[in-house]
């Protein structure tokens, strides 16, 4: 089990500071990222929280999953890797290059 967790259904006006207290019932926590939006600078809503032993992410897993904060009913489970081509606007299934005409 990888020790990153991914944070979900948080409410937007969750902060780093909060999130690590909450997890720290769990074990040790390593780091917190929550994840903004990069033109508003608004949380989107979900976090990373690193764990220092896979252990404590597990434990974490299941104390804190479906668990009440802030009004919101929490998803957490294990990070998976992000993907090669994952996020973004392009269209997965379009062939044709940025030089070729719209027209």
Do not use: C
């Amino acid at each position: 089990m990888s020790r990153k967790l991914y944070v979900g259904n948080l409410s937007y006006q969750t902060e780093a500071p909060e999130l690590q207290q909450l997890f720290e019932q769990a074990g040790t926590v390593e780091g917190v990222k929550v994840m903004k939006d990069m033109a508003t600078g608004r949380s989107r809503g979900f976090a990373f929280v690193e764990m220092s032993t896979d252990e404590e992410a597990a434990k974490a897993i299941s104390e804190l999953n479906a668990f009440q904060f802030e009004g919101r009913n929490l998803t957490v489970n294990e990070a998976r890797p992000k993907t090669e081509h994952g996020g973004g606007f392009s269209n997965p299934g379009s062939n044709r290059s940025r030089n070729e005409p719209r027209w």
